[in-house]
């Protein structure tokens, strides 16, 4: 057995500092992230975040803004992310079902792609309705026990990974999420299971509920979740299966698409 020098175990800390402060800078991305935020978020102090994150603007992975001193992603990741596109883009296959459902409910929905043990939004279509619930910014990562898009996901992977899942999150849900459930979020999958969808409340925004149904790809395997979220009180039986057909008609669609994609 080779036990990991002292080198290997810090140079495998700032591969994860870059990482976790690029996942903050992402999640941002629209209005632009702050310093002491990213510190906060990361755990680290306030000089390393610095220091790390210069060198990532050198790099071009990040840019700074001169004016507010906000942190963008810069041209690299774009760069390094066209090259890393899958055959099918899902966001671009979606994205116009995701009008239609937000346009047919009103409603905010969400499209949600798991990356390890997180779910990640990448793209997001509003409603007509008045009151606006933002759930989740495109680009938002967030533990995979948590929200209805990631827990979509999570409910129909084999029970080994889910308690993986479960294992790997548990800490970070405790700290980051004070209304956190493992209970609930059990109890959401196991009915999730025997209903074939997710209806949960946001514990980050009291009074707002969402109901999702994952994307499966040619194997069976959940790859991405697809909700809608709204206000509870507005969220009835009549509205969740409104919503529920609209998700599941485009779900069975983008899967055909899918299915062929492959095939071709």
């Known amino acids: 057995m080779t036990i990991p020098s002292a080198a290997t175990k810090s140079g ?11 996942r903050g800078v992402s999640a941002r991305n629209r209005i632009g992230a702050r310093l002491i935020d990213l510190c906060t978020e990361v755990a680290i102090e306030r000089p390393t ?11 071009g992975l990040i840019r700074q803004d001169e004016s507010t001193k906000r942190y963008f992603l810069g041209s690299a990741i774009y760069e390094m992310g066209l090259a890393a596109s899958p055959r099918t883009n899902i966001r671009d296959l979606c994205h116009p079902h995701l009008q239609h459902i937000a346009q047919a ?3 905010t929905v969400s499209l949600t792609v798991r990356a390890g043990f997180d779910g990640v939004c ?4 509003e409603g ?11 680009g938002k990562r967030r533990p995979l026990n948590v929200g209805g898009g990631a827990l ?3 409910s129909f992977l084999d029970d080994n990974e889910i308690e993986r899942i479960f294992k790997v999150n548990a800490e970070r849900c405790r700290e980051k999420y004070p209304n956190y459930s493992e209970a609930n979020a059990r109890k959401t999958i196991a009915r999730a299971r025997t ?10 925004l009291p009074g707002v509920r969402s109901i999702a149904v994952p994307l499966r790809d040619k194997n069976n395997i959940p790859i991405a979740g697809i909700s809608v979220s709204t206000l509870t009180t507005r969220m009835d039986k009549a509205r969740s299966d409104l919503a529920l057909s609209e998700i599941s008609k485009a ?4 899967q055909q698409h899918l299915l062929t994609a492959e095939t071709d």
């Open 12 to 22: 495998t800390q700032v591969v994860q500092r870059v990482a976790a402060l690029l």
């Open 49 to 59: 975040a610095h220091r790390i994150l210069q060198g990532l603007v050198s790099e």
């Open 105 to 107: 409910t009103g409603d």
């Open 122 to 125: 990448i793209d997001r279509a």
């Open 128 to 138: 007509a309705f008045p009151i606006k619930v933002f759930v989740l910014e495109v």
């Open 152 to 154: 979509a996901i999570m």
């Open 195 to 204: 209903r074939g969808f997710v209806i949960s409340d946001v514990i980050e």
């Open 251 to 254: 779900i069975e669609q983008i």
